[in-house]
């Protein structure tokens, strides 16, 4: 295997330790923003107004429907429509995606969202190993990912910048504690 730029390692670092490398990056992107063209805003759509089955997709979402803007309903209605297409282990996913995003602290969720913005910064070349290093990863077994997770959260800030020294090449970094541990 070459050797990752620094920039890569210190990357992928930053997104396992930020407790967001469970969840596919591509769930953390923040919705588009909608065309701004003439078209005027969609209107509002109370709850009760939903069908059953769009009801039963939007569940999570039923405290704070009525207060979403018309324009948010209108993505979360479109996003339900593909909701029905997926397979069900692919709903599961999503449905655990979801309620880890919920539990996550607003500063967290802005940590995912910079996370994310680098990401998409990297090459495409730089994103695949990425993604290769983090399979990788979980393909390791449990007990070897927690020595990797225990060494690194051993180390100051500073020496983490160096792991690709310290390591072997083949071995990646390990991914954040799980929720609940320091």
Known sequence: MTRFP???LTLLLAILLSGTAATPLHAQAP???PPQGDMPP???RPWN???PAQRDVLAPLRDSWDSMPPRKQ???LR???RWVTLPPDRRQEVREHIARW???TPAEREQARENMRKFHELSPRQREQLHETFRRFQQLPPEQREKLIRE???LPPAERLHWDERHRRDRPPPPPPPPGRP
């Open 6 to 8: 620094h920039i890569v």
């Open 31 to 33: 919705p588009a923003p």
């Open 42 to 44: 969609p209107p509002p």
């Open 49 to 51: 107004s939903l069908d």
């Open 74 to 76: 209108a993505h979360m």
């Open 79 to 81: 996003r339900a429509e």
């Open 102 to 104: 919920q539990q996550m």
């Open 152 to 154: 690194w959260h051993a």
